[in-house]
């Protein structure tokens, strides 16, 4: 037997239909019927295969003839199989071979822990090829050019078989070598055993592969290298199990290290570091994995990687590279697992918060803005409320760059202003396509502004992000970028501004009873950021505070950070959200139309009952959700 470099054999995307298994593909591959690859018609093929007589045939191009003059039609092979003639597998089977040709799904069948055995882990990941079947002297091998004679060449020679090559479906081979590997506990090389090595034990590998290579002859580590690719591999993987935002790969001149840092709840927590020989090998990788220029390095590149594309979970993890000095770069991924969203109740809002918002986002138009630094939420908070109001009765289009979170019912758009595809341009085209809600990932310009508003008083709800520090200054930065004033009073529904802090590790945290002082100290912060602080305010807010959050005995507690194995001894796990909510009132309104400054907004939001971040978060530290640390350092403006 030739080797076969060839074509699709049919794995039907209906999940009723058995896919073809290794025998039956073997026998297929074995013993294709002698003159069946020379049929005229696909009924022709079937008969020479001895599947169905040539009265049955006939039979069933009557029926055929029958269906087309009354308007409707059905291919042969679909007749003759439910006609009981033959069987879908069968069916596949001969269209195959009739073709000539045979792509097959890895995930139909399952390889053999023989045919594994023959090719190492390292070739087949290096040049995406799985053994699929041993069989005599074959080795069945899938991959994505069947017809490269020159790694068929080095297959041969390496395992010492005959080869038969078929063509792997496409964008299934990198994901189906590593489960076929990790099926492997024995082999050293496997899938199993890369799991199991953490990326300090490949660094170690790949340095005692070149223990005595030089900073200023990289090029002897290639980006190609499979203890490399593994390395990075594994430090994605690793930055997923931390739960990490971002990954910064940091190179300097040599002789100085390559420096990997990941951000942690927020904080860039230092956690590997290469020797210097590394750096052009590891930008290099990753610039592959992302599709970009890898011989660009004076300009900065976007991209992406889909991470289960090299075997890892469904991440997707954007890449930007920033050229420094002396000819180097820089590399910095976040990762966008596509996260669902929380639920509205499980995003850190207070009780009374979490009330209002629910009745502001029932109303059917209107502008609701969520503001705050970049990394604090704001996406995340936008998502839930979204989908506090995601039923089958509304349709809500949403332009995000870029998209992190999905949910189904949504219609969401990625934006692209390479291409002329903004946030405005958006906005434009959802007016056109019948919304009830749109949600626009931020208010980046005036136009994308004043389009917002437009919607929002021709009948839609509009959500938006926007970078500011409060509630009260969200409302001055678009005045100022040109809104009209009236309009934009008009459209206003809420404004909530947050922050992220750290959340207390419950397992180890620590409580400390509040003596009088700080107690009083306390309550004196809590007050002054809000709209008087009298000592009587302060007296009854502490009576308030014994009454919610006191123990059995009236006193009340702060907690402090301790460090144990469940939160990696760092003594916080996860973040909280702390909010400011502004509902705009007539108050609010008529100060929009007069261009009121924030410091006059605030205090009207303060006096209708608004509470500052500042406040929000005290109430969070006497829960024992976070510290006080974290507060402070939170809502310092």
Avoid at 194 to 213: E, I, Y
Avoid at 579 to 590: A, G, Y
Wanted: hydrophobic residues 40%.
């Amino acid at each position: 037997m030739t080797e076969l470099a060839a074509a699709p054999l049919p794995t039907s995307p209906n999940p009723s239909v058995r896919p073809i298994n290794a025998d039956a593909l073997w026998r297929l591959l074995s013993k294709p019927h002698p003159t069946v690859g020379k049929a005229r018609h696909l009924g022709e093929a079937l008969v020479q295969a001895g599947l169905v007589s040539a009265t049955e045939l006939e039979a069933g191009l009557r029926v055929q003839r029958q269906e087309r003059n009354e308007g409707t039609y059905r291919k042969i092979g679909q007749i003759l199989v439910e006609s009981g003639a033959l069987t879908q597998e069968q069916l596949g089977q001969v269209i195959a071979t009739w073709l000539g040709d045979y792509t097959v799904h890895p995930g139909d069948i399952a390889s053999e822990p023989a045919a594994i055995a023959l090719v190492p882990r390292t070739l087949a990941e290096r040049e995406s090829v799985l053994p699929l079947l041993a069989r005599d002297d074959a080795l069945v091998v899938l991959m994505a050019d069947p017809s490269d004679r020159e790694l068929l060449s080095e297959l041969r020679f390496l395992t010492q078989r005959r080869l038969i090559a078929l063509r792997a479906a496409p964008g299934t081979l990198m994901p189906a070598i590593h489960k076929a590997y990790r099926t492997r506990p024995n082999d050293p090389g496997s899938a199993a055993s890369s799991a199991r090595a953490t990326s300090q034990d490949l660094l170690n590998s790949l340095t005692n592969a070149f223990p005595d290579v030089e900073a200023d002859h990289a090029d002897v580590i290639s980006e190609s290298d499979n203890t490399l690719v593994r390395l990075i591999n594994s430090v994605i993987d690793e930055a997923i199990q931390h739960r990490a935002s971002d990954i910064h790969i940091e190179t300097e001149p040599a002789p100085s290290n390559v420096r990997v840092r990941l951000r942690i709840d927020g904080d860039l927590t230092p956690y590997l570091v290469l020797p210097a020989r590394y750096r052009f090998a590891m930008v290099a990788r990753i610039k592959i994995m992302a599709n970009m220029d890898i011989s660009e390095h004076r300009k900065p590149q976007d991209g992406k990687i889909n991470f289960a594309r090299f075997g890892g979970p469904p991440v997707e993890l954007r890449v930007v590279t920033v050229p420094t000095s002396h000819g180097l770069e820089d590399v910095v991924l976040r990762l966008l697992a596509g996260a669902k969203p929380l639920p509205l109740d499980k995003i850190g809002l207070s009780q009374s918060n979490l009330n209002i918002l629910r009745q502001v986002v029932q109303k059917s138009y209107g502008l609701i803005l969520v503001c705050g630094p970049t990394g604090c939420g704001k996406t995340t908070t936008l998502h839930s409320v979204v989908s506090d109001i995601n039923i089958a009765g509304r349709k809500i289009w949403t332009a995000e760059d870029p998209i992190e979170i999905t949910q189904e019912g949504l219609r969401q758009v990625q934006v692209n202003p390479r291409i002329g595809w903004t946030f405005a341009a958006a906005m434009r085209t959802f007016l056109r396509a019948d919304p009830d809600t749109i949600m626009i990932g931020e208010m980046r310009d005036e136009e994308t502004a004043r389009i917002a508003i437009e919607a929002s008083l021709t009948g839609h709800l509009v959500l938006s992000t926007l970078h500011t520090n409060s509630a009260p200054e969200s409302i001055a930065r678009l005045l100022e970028i040109g809104l009209d004033p009236f309009n934009f009073s008009d459209s206003l529904l809420a404004i909530l501004a947050q922050r992220l802090v750290r959340r207390l590790c419950t397992a180890c945290r620590e409580p400390h009873v509040i003596d009088e002082q700080s107690l009083t100290d306390l309550a004196s912060q809590y007050l002054s950021s809000g709209a008087s602080n009298t000592p009587e305010l302060r007296q009854a807010l502490v009576a308030r505070w014994r009454q919610t959050h006191g123990n059995a005995q009236g006193e009340l507690r702060l907690w402090r950070r301790v460090g144990c194995p469940q939160c990696e001894g760092n003594g916080y796990h996860g973040r909280l959200g702390i909010h400011e909510l502004m509902l705009s009132d007539d108050t609010i309104r008529q100060h929009i139309r007069h261009r009121a400054p924030a410091s006059d907004i605030r205090h009207s939001a303060l006096a209708a009952g608004m509470h500052t971040l500042r406040q929000d978060g005290i109430e969070k530290a006497l829960e024992g959700l976070t510290d006080m640390a974290q507060v402070v350092a939170a809502t310092n403006m």
